[in-house]
C-alpha cells in the first residue's frame, strides 16, 4: 500500500516552553473537517481513524525527512492521543541544533503547517450534490511531521480507489441501446460522465 500525505495549517501548534525543554504540541489531523478539493475529490476524516495504529510505533519527523526525527513513540519522546477535536500530537525534540533552530522558526510563525503519512486501511466514497467525498475510515499512521511547504498531496492512490468505486456503483450500460428506457439513458449518461471524469483524473495524476 503506497504511503499518502495530508497537511493542514498548524494553527493549533505550538511550542511550549518547559522547565526541561521545549516540547511540540498541537494537533496534526483535524476530524470531520472537509478538505479542500484534491484533484476531483474531498477527503475527510473520522473520528477513530487513528485509534489503533496510534498504539504502533510512529515517528515524528521535520519534513518528512528520516534523517531528522523529532520524537518516536517506542522511546516515549512522541505522544499521540485522540479526543474530540483531531489527532493530538506532544513532540519531545531532541536537543540538537537543527531541532532548537525548528523549534524557533515554529515560534515566530515561519513555519505553520502540518502534514501526516498514512496508509489506508479502509474508507468511503459517496457523491454529494455533484461532488466525490471519501471518508478515511481506519489509517495506519506511518508519521507526523511539521513541513516548510505542504508536503505534496500524494493523491494518486485515492484516484485509483475512487476509479474503482465508480466502476463498482456505476455499471457500464446496457449493450442493446434498445434496451434502455428514457431514464435509463439519463442515468446512464450521467454515470458514464461520472467514470470519463474519474479515469481522465486518475491518468493525469498518475502521468503527473
Do not use: C
Request: hydrophobic share 30%; proline share 4%.
Amino acid at each position: 500500500m503506497t504511503i499518502e500525505r495530508r497537511y493542514f495549517p498548524a494553527t493549533e501548534v505550538r511550542v511550549d516552553k518547559k522547565e526541561k525543554g521545549n516540547k511540540l504540541t498541537g494537533y496534526a489531523a483535524v476530524f470531520n473537517s472537509l478538505s479542500e478539493d484534491l484533484g476531483g475529490f474531498r477527503e475527510k476524516i473520522d473520528k477513530g481513524a487513528f485509534s489503533k495504529s496510534i498504539k504502533g510505533d510512529v515517528r515524528a519527523l521535520w519534513n518528512h525527512n528520516p534523517d531528522y526525527v523529532l520524537g518516536r513513540t517506542r522511546s516515549g519522546t512522541l505522544a499521540l492521543g485522540e479526543d474530540d477535536n483531531g489527532l493530538k500530537i506532544e513532540v519531545d525534540p531532541p536537543d540538537t541544533q537543527w531541532a532548537r533552530d525548528l523549534m524557533t522558526s515554529i515560534s515566530r510563525g515561519d513555519v505553520t503547517q502540518m502534514s501526516f503519512g498514512f496508509r489506508t486501511v479502509t474508507d468511503a466514497w459517496e457523491e454529494k450534490e455533484g461532488a466525490n467525498i471519501r471518508t478515511l475510515k481506519d489509517l495506519e499512521l506511518i508519521d507526523i511531521s511539521p513541513v516548510t511547504f505542504p508536503a505534496y498531496t500524494d493523491t494518486t492512490v485515492a484516484l485509483r480507489s475512487m476509479q474503482e468505486w465508480h466502476i463498482e456503483t456505476h455499471p457500464e450500460p446496457p449493450d442493446s441501446e434498445s434496451a434502455i428506457t428514457e431514464e435509463e439513458e439519463q442515468t446512464y449518461g450521467h454515470r458514464a460522465r461520472a467514470r470519463a471524469r474519474s479515469i481522465e483524473l486518475t491518468k493525469r495524476h498518475m502521468e503527473e
